[in-house]
Nanobody
Framework: QVQLAESGGGSVQSGGSLRLSCAASKYTYRAYCIAWFRQAPGKEREGVAAIRTDGSTSYLDSVKGRFTIFRDNATKTLSLQMDRLKPEDTAVYYC???????????????WGQGTQVTVSS
């Protein structure tokens, strides 16, 4: 069983920063594409960022230049650094793992429980 655990969510004012982390087993960390998704109330879940096993990354257009996804090889965690946050970034953020690295939920069979990010204007 692949287990993922998100942390780092919270409340911040517009323009502020947060760093989310996703803890996984060493095997999961090495073997899968790991991605961040988010879902706001009443809206469809959307892919935010993904990092492949070769280190290449993908981002949702609206977060490019503001968010950075990276792996911490020492702790085997996956982080999402979020800068210049906007109210529209408010959502529950989920860490996910899968074999095909596309920002589409159907390609990710393993999910964490989510962490709330709230950005106030």
């Amino acid at each position: 069983q692949v287990q993922l655990a998100e942390s780092g969510g919270g409340s911040v004012q517009s323009g502020g920063s947060l760093r989310l982390s996703c803890a996984a087993s060493k095997y999961t960390y090495r073997a899968y594409c790991i991605a961040w998704f988010r879902q706001a109330p009443g809206k469809e879940r959307e892919g935010v960022a993904a990092i492949r096993t070769d280190g290449s990354t993908s981002y949702l257009d609206s977060v490019k230049g503001r968010f950075t996804i990276f792996r911490d090889n020492a702790t085997k965690t996956l982080s999402l650094q979020m800068d210049r946050l906007k109210p529209e970034d408010t959502a529950v953020y989920y860490c996910a793992a899968g074999s095909y690295c596309s920002l589409t939920p159907r390609y990710f069979p393993y999910w964490g429980q989510g962490t709330q990010v709230t950005v106030s204007s």
